[in-house]
């Protein structure tokens, strides 16, 4: 099936100044998603949507092609499904069959999150329209309440003494990955409701750089990552060898190599 990543990558963020652009463990924040899009080989298209002549240029040096937007969907009132509708207006979407869009402050989706995620969704695409990755809720509905100004816990009025977080089974959406129809999106301008399946992840994978915080904490995700991801390859190396050393003793016909 035809379909594209839409990656949105505004440059004025205000929470955190030129966040999408930030070096993270070596590469701005928005080339981890455009590498995951191209790792996972499943699109026609990765396109990015900015506002930023900067951006762009980073965006292309990655692999992705950019479209530029408008002014009046380059501010931070800007809804997702503006600056989508305003992107289809610049390109032929006759031939495609949906699209996926990945936010850049999720730098922890990989290609194999993207990959389940679409097998997942086309396997049910007849019967549904729209996929959203989710993640389990830091905490259950029931523990949320609103405060007003007076301070009062009146809305709080139940024993939570025996709360027991695994008796829950809540989800919220973690921001990572979208997928929907052209044609389901115009007429819903969202990707939630019943016409919807959702695709779970880890909540590692699911951090969305929002602010400092967000910045930091996948930082330090991204090193233990890449630590466990050099510890399992010299483990591989060393198991590999020993192999290598056992064919090589068998061939030779016995010898006094130690495995341990």
């Known amino acids: 099936m035809n379909k594209i990543a839409v990656i949105p990558a505004r440059s004025g963020s205000k929470g955190l100044p030129d966040k999408n652009i930030l070096n993270l463990c070596g ?18 298209e990765v396109i990015v949507s900015t506002d ?21 969907v380059s501010n931070d009132s800007a809804t997702t499904y503006e600056v989508i509708k305003d992107l289809f207006s610049k390109i032929e979407i006759s031939e495609i069959d949906y699209f996926v869009l990945l936010q850049p402050t999720s730098p922890l989706r990989n290609e194999i999150h993207i990959k389940e995620a679409v097998e997942l969704y086309e396997k049910n695409i007849d019967q549904y329209d729209t996929l959203v990755s989710v993640c389990k809720a830091h905490k259950p509905s029931n523990l949320i309440r609103p405060i ?10 139940t024993d939570f003494s025996n709360y027991c977080r ?7 959406p973690n921001g990572a990955i979208f997928i929907s129809k052209i044609h389901s999106y115009y007429e819903k301008k969202h990707f939630f409701g019943k016409q919807g399946i959702a695709y779970k992840m880890d909540r590692d994978s699911s951090i969305d750089i929002d602010c400092r915080n967000d910045f ?15 510890i399992e390859k010299q483990i591989k190396n060393e198991i590999e060898k020993k192999d290598t050393f056992k064919t090589l003793e068998q061939k030779m016909g016995g010898g006094n190599f130690n495995w341990s």
């Open 216 to 230: 930091e904490l996948a930082i330090n995700l991204m090193i233990r990552k890449c630590k466990e991801s050099q």
């Open 52 to 72: 930023s002549k900067q951006y762009g240029e980073i965006a292309k040096e990655a692999g992705a092609k950019v479209i530029y937007r408008g002014e009046e």
């Open 166 to 172: 695994q008796q829950y089974r809540e989800y919220e």
């Open 27 to 44: 590469k701005p924040l928005m080339v981890w998603t455009i590498e995951a899009a191209l790792k996972s080989e499943v699109f026609t």
């Open 148 to 157: 007003d100004d007076t301070l009062s816990l009146k809305y709080f009025d």
